[in-house]
């Protein structure tokens, strides 16, 4: 599997296109027991990150530290006290 994704890094854009769902279903047919737990797993992963991790998401989590700093004065608790 390790050799599989350091393969699939060095393809580029288009011959990335070009692995089809048929080919990846005969991989995972081909491989071994002892990594269908882990595969599992990174498939998990992967669909996790494309649902949740979004780059609106992202965004948000990334400018929380900054935006804190303007939550936390006196002023905005006076501001939004009422809402």
Do not use: C, G
Request: positive net charge; hydrophobic residues 40%; without cysteine.
């Amino acid at each position: 599997m390790l050799i599989y994704i350091i393969f699939a890094i060095r393809l580029n854009i288009k011959d990335m296109n070009a692995i089809t769902r048929k080919k990846l279903l005969e991989k995972i047919t081909d491989i071994p027991d002892s990594l269908i737990n882990e595969l599992f797993k990174y498939v998990n992963y992967l669909k996790f990150k494309k649902e949740h991790l979004s780059d609106k998401n992202l965004t948000a989590i990334a400018s929380e530290k900054a935006l804190s700093k303007d939550w936390l004065q006196k002023e905005e608790e006076e501001t939004w006290k009422d809402l």
